[in-house]
């Protein structure tokens, strides 16, 4: 007696569906990698305050005291560091010719920031992101 075999069950061809997935799985792999270079970049171009003074200006006029914060990158603070004496020479030449009626205006502090700014970018470069004045004293002689 001849006996008929039962026909094997085929397994389905799943190459497309795991190539598939395979592919996925690096795309969110790559997109992760690229995300998590992209947070160190960032965190790596982080912001460092270099701080000068207290800058004392004496005129015929008026007298200045002010301290002042410079921000730049923090790859950039040794720079600053190396150029304080050119900062603070540009600073002082700057608070040497402040206009004392517009210093002393309400919006005063701005414009005084705004000269210490202007100054520096002017002897430094564009390495300077910001100028800031923390304490700001002006007094008419």
Not at 92 to 100: K, T, V
Request: charged letters at 20%; glycine letters at 6%; aromatic letters at 10%.
């Amino acid at each position: 007696m001849v006996t008929k075999s039962k026909p094997k069950a085929t397994q389905s061809d799943n190459t497309a569906a795991y190539i598939l997935l395979a592919i996925v799985v690096i795309a969110i792999a790559g997109f992760m990698g690229w995300m998590y270079f992209q947070y160190k970049e960032r965190a790596a171009a982080g912001i460092a305050y270099t701080s000068f003074g207290p800058i004392v200006v004496r005129g015929s006029e008026f007298s200045v005291r002010t301290s002042v914060s410079v921000q730049s990158r923090s790859g950039n603070a040794s720079a600053m560091n190396e150029q304080g004496k050119q900062i603070e020479f540009a600073l002082q030449s700057a608070f040497s010719q402040l206009d004392p009626r517009r210093a002393k205006q309400p919006d005063g502090v701005a414009y005084v920031q705004q000269v210490a700014r202007d100054s520096v970018k002017s002897a430094i470069g564009p390495s300077v992101e910001d100028v800031l004045i923390t304490d700001f004293i002006i007094q008419e002689n």
